[in-house]
């Protein structure tokens, strides 16, 4: 089992900054084994793929909402992965969840494809 605990979230003013972190724990843990993304829910709407660290730690991707604002990033030594958010606009306002993948084939982008989710942790952009 993996337990995935996102910490960090908060009410920030449009253009402002937050980082999110997400700690990694249990037994069968390792930043070897598991792609980990960051995916975002909206009230009335799906859950959106934000970013992704590839397993390697060699990759990452982002949706394109958040394209050149956000950074996803991690410490192999504390087992924890962060989502730098910079440049905040309210329709970024959602709970942020972290996800932990042991998809190969391709960068798992979709929420079925993830193992593991935190609980979530809320982010509310004003204007």
């Known amino acids: 089992q993996v337990q995935l605990v996102e910490s960090g979230g908060g009410l920030v003013q449009a253009g402002g900054s937050l980082r999110l972190s997400c700690a990694a724990s249990?037994?069968?843990?390792?930043?070897?084994?598991?792609?980990m993304g960051w995916f975002r829910q909206a009230p009335g709407k799906e859950r959106e793929f934000v970013a992704l660290?590839?397993?390697?730690?060699?990759?990452?991707y982002y949706g394109d909402s958040v394209k050149g604002r956000f950074t996803i990033s991690r410490d192999s030594t504390e087992n924890l992965v962060y989502l730098q958010m910079n440049d905040l606009k309210p329709e970024d306002t959602a709970v942020y969840y972290c996800?932990?993948?042991?998809?190969?084939?391709?960068?798992?982008?979709?929420?079925?494809?993830?193992?593991?989710w935190g609980q979530g942790a809320q982010v509310v952009v004003s204007s």
């Open positions: 996800g932990a993948s042991l998809k190969r084939l391709r960068p798992p982008m979709r929420r079925n494809e993830y193992d593991y």
């Open positions: 249990g037994r069968t843990f390792s930043f070897s084994r598991y792609a």
């Open positions: 660290l590839s397993w390697s730690n060699s990759d990452t």
